[in-house]
């Protein structure tokens, strides 16, 4: 069982609503939780990273939230745009890196 | 400043034969790893490499390996290759540990294994 679990898997919205990215994890005790934004046939690209102790960070639009008592994570997405196309990835770093599957965002227009 | 460089940027082989995948860090980086990504297990370490010494290894056989020069740029290799080890092969750097510092990924390597 991947100790990084991504939901939903997919997920279609219309530009310039919001929508919200979850993410739950067992890696403990981890040193950060990170968030990446991968478009198609490109690296990830970091969004936010979040120390246990930290409960919310943004970057413009993307705003990133942390409860390290239930262990879950959530990117929230405002005023969505066609760029925001793409795949977005969950990394839980411990001793090492441990990804999520991914949830592939589609904003139509 | 330029980003992190990874050669070739595509590559095919067929089983048995070997491989050596390049990576450039951002200038000053001194960490890089190296990750696998396929669409059926997603985004996978492989290792990391700091100031030349390999930090953390994930859960790959010993066909694949790698080093890291003293100008920071890194290499991997694969051996004795097989059809599952078609993939995508990202690169990151970062200026200090990959596990407290933010990574810069490069566009990657996409290997094919006839």
Same mark, same amino acid.
């Given at each position: 069982?991947?100790?990084? &679990?991504?939901?939903?898997? =997919?997920?279609?919205?219309? &530009?310039?609503?919001?929508? *919200?990215?979850?993410?739950? $994890?067992?890696?403990?005790? @981890?040193?950060?939780?990170?968030? $990446?934004?991968?478009?198609?046939?490109?690296?990830?690209?970091?969004?936010?990273?979040?120390?246990?102790? &930290?409960?919310?960070?943004?970057?413009?639009? $993307?705003? +990133?939230?942390?409860?390290?008592? *239930?262990?879950? =994570?959530?990117?929230?997405?405002? +005023?969505?745009?066609? =760029?925001?196309?793409?795949? $977005?990835?969950?990394?839980?770093? +411990?001793?090492?890196?441990? @990804?999520?599957?991914?949830?592939?965002?589609?904003?139509?227009? | 400043?330029?980003?992190?460089?990874?050669?070739?940027?595509?590559?095919?082989?067929?089983?048995?034969?070997?491989?050596?995948?390049?990576?450039?860090?951002?200038?000053?980086?001194?960490?890089?790893?190296? #990750?696998?990504?396929?669409?059926?297990?997603?985004?996978?370490?492989?290792?990391?490499?700091?100031?030349?010494?390999?930090?953390?290894?994930?859960?790959?056989?010993?066909?694949?390996?790698? %080093?890291?020069?003293?100008?920071? %740029?890194?290499?991997?290799?694969?051996?004795?290759?097989?059809?599952?080890?078609?993939?995508?092969?990202?690169?990151?750097?970062?200026?200090?540990?990959?596990?407290?510092?933010?990574? #810069?990924?490069?566009?990657?390597?996409?290997?094919?294994?006839?």
């Amino acid at each position: 069982k991947n100790q990084v &679990e991504q939901s939903p898997q =997919s997920l279609i919205i219309l &530009e310039g609503k919001n929508c *919200t990215l979850q993410c739950n $994890y067992t890696v403990s005790p @981890f040193s950060n939780l990170r968030w $990446y934004k991968q478009d198609t046939g490109r690296g990830p690209v970091s969004l936010t990273i979040m120390t246990f102790s &930290e409960n919310t960070k943004s970057n413009g639009r $993307y705003t +990133a939230t942390l409860d390290a008592d *239930t262990k879950q =994570s959530s990117l929230h997405i405002t +005023a969505s745009q066609l =760029s925001d196309s793409a795949s $977005y990835i969950c990394v839980v770093s +411990a001793n090492d890196m441990r @990804f999520g599957a991914g949830t592939r965002l589609t904003v139509k227009p | 400043k330029a980003g992190v460089t990874q050669t070739p940027r595509y590559l095919i082989k067929t089983r048995g034969q070997q491989v050596t995948l390049s990576c450039s860090p951002i200038s000053g980086h001194r960490s890089v790893s190296w #990750y696998q990504q396929t669409p059926g297990q997603g985004l996978q370490f492989l290792f990391e490499y700091f100031s030349e010494t390999q930090r953390n290894k994930g859960n790959f056989p010993g066909r694949f390996s790698g %080093r890291q020069f003293s100008n920071s %740029r890194s290499e991997m290799n694969v051996s004795t290759l097989e059809l599952g080890d078609s993939a995508l092969y990202l690169c990151a750097s970062s200026l200090d540990r990959a596990s407290t510092d933010t990574q #810069y990924f490069g566009p990657g390597t996409r290997l094919t294994v006839l």
